[in-house]
Nanobody, 123 residues
Framework: QLQLVESGGGLVQPGGSLRLSCAVS????????IGWFRQAPGKERDWVSC???????NYADSVKGRLTISRDNAKTMVYLQMNSLKPEDTAVYYCAAVRGTYCRTRDNEYGYWGHGTQVTVSS
């Protein structure tokens, strides 16, 4: 099975930038859809973005234009470039994977998860 490890989280001021990384290990990485989710304290885990095995991307309306997802199949890495960050972006960010060729936005559709990385946007 696949294993995913997030990194790159931290404290950033509003308007700042951060790049999250998701290192993926396992078999047939190019055939998997990778999604980013986030969860703030006391709230549900929300879908943020996804990238398909072919490189197609989708974004939640709340982050569209500010966050960019990408993948490097050769390095088995997925990235989430986060710009113009807002306090509302504060959450634990998770990357997840599922075999597929189209974007999925429900967390129960993903079978593999990382442990998350904390992103805090505050002055």
């Amino acid at each position: 099975q696949l294993q995913l490890v997030e990194s790159g989280g931290g404290l950033v001021q509003p308007g700042g930038s951060l790049r999250l990384s998701c290192a993926v290990s396992g078999f047939t990485f190019p055939y998997y859809l990778i999604g980013w989710f986030r969860q703030a304290p006391g709230k549900e885990r929300d879908w943020v973005s996804c990238i398909s095995s072919s490189g197609s991307t989708n974004y939640a309306d709340s982050v569209k234009g500010r966050l960019t997802i990408s993948r490097d199949n050769a390095k088995t890495m997925v990235y989430l470039q986060m710009n113009s960050l807002k306090p509302e972006d504060t959450a634990v960010y998770y990357c997840a994977a599922v075999r597929g060729t189209y974007c999925r936005t429900r967390d129960n559709e993903y079978g593999y998860w990382g442990h998350g990385t904390q992103v805090t946007v505050s002055s």
